[in-house]
């Protein structure tokens, strides 16, 4: 009875210790945006149960797409980001790229893609690759971000 005993007494402290996050609601609605000249599919990530604390632009990188920052974009979105995922407009072009993404900070400000508008102090940007040098190059051209 003793080792019954134990036995439950050991599984319950083992089942407490395990204790699994649930993820925020996060809602996902992919636009069309004019960047850079071309039309592109734009993901917009947003929180669903409370305002936002700001937007996260996200650049991917060489030869990739807006689906290579998903995972990103709900983890940013679940914490109260709004995450904006753009299609590059271009596989080669990093200044073309820079400029496009400068434009859609701009559009943001405006209020596009379904967002109200967003003053650059609360807009970020973040880009892996090829996408970091496409954010580098926009950050240079904003002050204030």
Known sequence: MNLVRGLVLAACFLGAGVVVAQPAPVSVVTE???LGGED????????????????????????????????L?????????????PDLPSAVN???NGDAVEGL??????????LPPTSRARIVL??????????????SNLPGL
């Open 32 to 34: 069309t945006a004019a």
């Open 94 to 96: 990093s200044l073309g």
């Open 105 to 114: 900070v701009a559009d943001l400000e405006r209020g596009a893609l379904g």
């Open 126 to 139: 973040i880009g892996t690759s090829a996408g970091g040098l496409a954010t580098v190059i926009a950050a």
């Open 73 to 85: 974009a709900q983890a940013l979105a679940g914490a109260g980001i709004v995450a904006v995922a």
């Open 40 to 71: 592109v599919k734009v993901d917009v990530y947003r929180p669903q149960d409370f305002d936002s604390v700001g937007v996260a632009v996200l650049a991917h990188g060489f030869t990739r797409d807006r689906m290579r920052d998903r995972d």
